[in-house]
């Protein structure tokens, strides 16, 4: 058996980061707040997602991506393409890493 070697684990949930630093997002908000910290550039890095967070969901901004992650690896996603939905998910996945690569930075001060 062959195991492919992932280089990043991501784990999102319910929000537990988000209670640690401001800059965490959640699955409701993420792309969202990935946007607000420049990370999600819908018009020009990630035109493929953006799109296909409009074309599906109705939003480019407020789309739970845990949702839309699943939405790309169901092999019958129509009007899709497999080549298509690696690119889309390929970018989500280096969003989801360039957006949380700093959040513990800056934690919330509860001074």
Do not use: W
Request: glycine share 4%.
């Amino acid at each position: 058996m062959l195991f492919q070697v992932r280089e990043h684990c991501f784990i999102l949930g319910a929000g537990f980061s988000a209670a640690f630093s401001e800059n965490a997002p959640t699955m409701n908000n993420f792309l969202r707040k990935s946007h607000e910290l420049h990370a999600y550039l819908p018009e020009k890095t990630h035109s493929e997602l953006a799109y296909i967070a409009n074309q599906y969901f109705g939003s480019m901004l407020d789309v739970n991506i845990e949702r839309l992650a699943t939405f790309l690896t169901i092999q019958t996603t129509p009007y899709m393409g497999k080549e298509e939905r690696k690119i889309v998910y390929e970018q989500l996945v280096n969003l989801v890493g360039e957006t949380l690569k700093d959040i513990y930075q800056n934690p919330i001060n509860d001074d």
